[in-house]
C-alpha cells in the first residue's frame, strides 16, 4: 500500500520561507512527484512537479520562488517556498505517481500580510 507524508506547513510572514517535505512510502520505483495546492473556495492547482530524471516544471506564480528537489535513496520530495505572499496561503498536496496517482493528506500553508 502507497502512503504519502506531507510534513513542514505552517505560518509566516510575507516575505518568508518554508520548507515542505514529502515522503512516499510502500512504492515500486522511481515515479513522477510533486506538489499542487488548493486555496478555500478555489481548485486545487499545479505548483511544481519533478519526474523520475529529475526534470521539473513550475507553475507560473511561483516560478523563481520555489524550488522542487528530490531524494530518490529517500522517496523523498522537497519543497522550497522563499519570498512566499498571502496569496500562497492553501492547503498543499503531495503526490506519487506511477501508474496510479497517491495523494497526501495535505499540510496547510499560512502567510500573513
Known amino acids: 500500500q502507497v502512503q504519502v507524508v506531507e510534513s513542514g506547513g505552517g505560518l509566516v510572514q510575507a516575505g518568508g520561507s518554508l520548507r515542505l517535505s514529502c515522503t512516499a512510502s510502500?512504492?515500486?520505483?522511481?515515479?513522477?512527484m510533486g506538489w499542487h495546492r488548493q486555496a478555500p473556495g478555489k481548485r486545487r492547482d499545479l505548483v511544481a512537479v519533478?519526474?523520475?530524471?529529475?526534470?521539473?516544471n513550475y507553475a507560473d506564480a511561483v516560478k523563481g520562488r520555489f524550488t522542487i528537489s528530490r531524494d530518490n535513496a529517500k522517496n523523498t520530495v522537497y519543497l522550497q517556498m522563499n519570498s512566499l505572499k498571502p496569496e500562497d496561503t492553501a492547503i498543499y498536496y503531495c503526490?506519487?505517481?506511477?501508474?496510479?496517482?497517491?495523494w497526501g493528506r495535505g499540510t496547510q500553508v499560512t502567510v500573513s500580510s
Open positions: 519533478v519526474d523520475s530524471g529529475g526534470g521539473t
Open positions: 510502500g512504492t515500486f520505483g522511481l515515479g513522477t
Open positions: 503526490y506519487y505517481s506511477r501508474n496510479n496517482a497517491y
